[in-house]
C-alpha cells in the first residue's frame, strides 16, 4: 500500500483565502510532483521536485506555489484563492529515473466560493 | 512531447481477458511505456511499465511492439474493480520531467 498522504481530502473555502495543501510520503523517495485534475479531465503536471531546495514548474501554469524543504514534505499554497482554482489537486513520489513508478495520494477537492 | 493514443472508452464482460491498445508512432529509445488506471474518485494507480520487452506483474501483462510504436495492456480475466480510466503514458516523453497523462481509456465492465 502505498504510503503517501494529502491533507484535507475535501477544502471548502472563500475567495481570497490563503490555502495550503499538505503531502507527505514516508517512501523516502527523493521527487515528488502535484497535479491538478478538473472532473472528467485528463490531470497536469504543475509542479515536481527533485529533493530538498529543488521545485520546477510543469507543464500547466499555475498560480500555486510548492516548497520542498524536507524530502517528505512537499506542501503547495494558493496565496489569494479564487474560484478558478476550483479542481482536485493530487500529489505523487517516485524514485529517480525512468524505471521506476509513481504513487500517487488520494488528493484533495479544492472548493473556492 | 511524445504522444500517446488510445480509445476513449472500452467494453468488456467480466471474467473475460481485456486488450487496451495504445499507439506511440513518436516515442524514443529512451522512452519507457507507463500504464496507469485511475478508479472513481481515486488517484491514479501503477499497474505495469516496460521498455522493449513484455512484463507480466500479478495486475497485468503488457505486450510491446517490436518497433515499439504501440503496446497493448492485458487484463487477464477482468472482475468489476477493473472498471476505472487506464492511461498510457511514455516517460520520460520529452516534456516536463514527470508522468503526462492524457485523456486515457474508459474501461466498462459489463457483469
Known amino acids: 500500500e502505498a504510503d503517501i498522504y494529502q491533507t484535507p481530502r475535501y477544502l471548502v473555502i472563500g475567495t481570497g483565502k490563503k490555502i495550503t495543501l499538505e503531502c507527505s510520503q514516508t517512501m523516502g523517495h527523493d521527487k515528488m510532483y502535484w497535479y491538478q485534475q478538473d472532473p472528467g479531465m485528463e490531470l497536469h503536471l504543475i509542479h515536481y521536485s527533485y529533493g530538498v531546495n529543488s521545485t520546477e514548474k510543469g507543464d500547466l501554469s499555475s498560480e500555486s506555489t510548492v516548497s520542498r524543504i524536507r524530502t517528505e514534505h512537499f506542501p503547495l499554497t494558493l496565496e489569494s484563492a479564487r474560484p478558478s482554482h476550483t479542481s482536485q489537486y493530487l500529489c505523487?513520489?517516485?524514485?529517480?529515473?525512468?524505471?521506476?513508478?509513481?504513487?500517487f495520494g488520494q488528493g484533495t477537492r479544492l472548493t473556492v466560493v | 512531447d511524445a504522444k500517446t493514443t488510445q480509445p476513449n472508452s472500452m467494453e468488456s464482460n467480466e471474467e473475460e481477458p481485456v486488450h487496451l491498445p495504445c499507439n506511440h508512432s513518436?516515442?524514443?529509445?529512451?522512452?519507457?511505456i507507463h500504464w496507469y488506471r485511475q478508479l472513481p474518485s481515486q488517484g491514479p494507480e501503477y499497474v505495469i511499465h516496460g521498455l522493449t520487452s513484455n512484463v507480466n506483474n500479478r495486475m497485468a501483462s503488457l505486450a510491446i511492439a517490436e518497433d515499439r510504436k504501440s503496446s497493448t495492456l492485458i487484463l487477464h480475466r477482468a472482475t468489476l474493480r477493473d472498471a476505472a480510466v487506464y492511461y498510457c503514458i511514455l516517460f520520460p516523453g520529452g516534456g516536463a520531467d514527470g508522468l503526462t497523462f492524457g485523456k486515457g481509456t474508459h474501461l466498462i465492465i459489463q457483469p
Open positions: 505523487a513520489s517516485s524514485e529517480m529515473g525512468r524505471n521506476t513508478e509513481a504513487f
Open positions: 513518436t516515442i524514443s529509445g529512451t522512452d519507457y
